[in-house]
């Protein structure tokens, strides 16, 4: 399949290891991986994510998040208020 002698060495069962132990096994050019952040200990994978919010974006967001939801609600919860006009 791969020609000879121009093809780095392919190691199917490399080994992915955070913090000292082995978390899976995939194919690479390398037979060890070391890795800081994987899958199983990143926040927004494990749910533990905060948002740190220093200058009020995401409060001003969900406000007008918040209000372009009740304009939408209030149109198409009262279909007499466009027949008035």
Do not use: L
């Amino acid at each position: 399949m791969a020609k000879p002698d121009i093809h780095p060495t392919w190691y199917p069962e490399a080994k992915v290891i955070c913090n000292g132990e082995v978390v899976m096994t995939i194919g690479s050019t390398q037979p060890e991986i070391h890795v800081e952040v994987w899958s199983g200990n990143h926040p927004f994978y494990t749910g533990t994510q905060k948002i740190i919010d220093t200058e009020g974006r995401v409060d001003r967001f969900q406000k007008r998040y918040a209000m372009i939801g009740k304009k939408g609600k209030k149109k198409a919860a009262d279909p007499d208020a466009s027949e008035e006009k």
